[in-house]
């Protein structure tokens, strides 16, 4: 892989994992398909990253600054730690 390649996905991963939604990283990166997007983002780590801040809303009840998990359908969105209550 390029260079400039290992960058971009750097880049756009961190930008997901912040989250930053993913048609705003497709107009960051300058790309014309959301695909295209896709395929630079680490899904692993965005979806890690998700994974953490659901786990610091249950333990915590509050959440980080990583809920970037927006980037493809098999990332998961907002999950049951999310939407849990304490009784």
């Known amino acids: 892989m390029p260079p400039h390649h290992s960058l971009r996905d750097t880049n756009l991963t961190a930008l997901a994992k912040a989250g930053l939604p993913?048609?705003?990283l497709q107009?960051?990166?300058?790309?014309a398909s959301i695909t295209t997007t896709q395929g630079y983002v680490?899904?692993?780590e965005v979806a890690a990253a998700g994974y953490a801040a659901?786990?610091?809303?249950?333990?915590?009840?509050?959440?980080?600054?990583n809920a970037g998990y927006n980037i493809?359908?098999?990332v998961p969105?907002?999950?049951p730690a999310n939407n849990a209550k304490s009784a």
Do not use: I, K, P, Y
Request: aromatic share 6%; proline share 0%.
């Open 72 to 74: 493809g359908s098999e």
């Open 54 to 65: 659901q786990l610091e809303q249950a333990l915590f009840g509050t959440r980080g600054t």
């Open 22 to 24: 993913a048609f705003s």
């Open 77 to 79: 969105d907002a999950g």
């Open 27 to 31: 107009a960051h990166a300058g790309h």
């Open 42 to 44: 680490n899904r692993e």
